[in-house]
């Protein structure tokens, strides 16, 4: 038959939309006796390659020296970071969102916009 619906097709349609139902989003527990997977070739090739730079520089200096003052640094940005994400939230919880409503526009936006309606308002008293 031409033209005519098909039962069929919107069936399967509604199937993809259908959420499916699972178990609770838990960590999966994991077996101890399962075997672990074998190495990939580039880790059987670092392998060897570590044991042989290892024997061609042994005074190869500590990577941790270079690493430290950037360890540093980190820190302190975390530190920061926790910070502004306490008061933050502090913010949030207390009901204090009249910066967040007012417009998704940033305030030079906003500054841009007024300064072009005043300009227009200007040039119109001229006339």
């Not at 994991?30 to 070739?41: C, E, G, M, V, W």
């Not at 820190?75 to 502090?90: G, L, V």
């Amino acid at each position: 038959m031409k033209g005519g619906k098909s039962s069929g097709g919107t069936r399967k349609a509604d199937t993809k939309l259908a959420v499916k139902k699972t178990q609770a989003k838990g960590k999966a527990v994991k077996d101890p006796n399962k075997p672990k997977r074998p190495a990939s070739a580039f880790f059987v090739f670092m392998e060897e390659f570590r044991k042989q730079f290892k024997e061609e520089n042994p005074g190869n200096k500590s990577v941790a020296a270079e690493k430290a003052p950037y360890v540093a640094k980190a820190d302190k940005r975390k530190k920061e970071y926790e910070k502004n994400m306490a008061s933050y939230n502090k913010k949030l919880s207390a009901g204090d969102k009249e910066e967040d409503d007012e417009s998704d526009k940033s305030k030079s936006e906003v500054n841009d916009e007024e300064d072009e309606e005043e300009s227009e308002d200007e040039e119109e008293d001229d006339d």
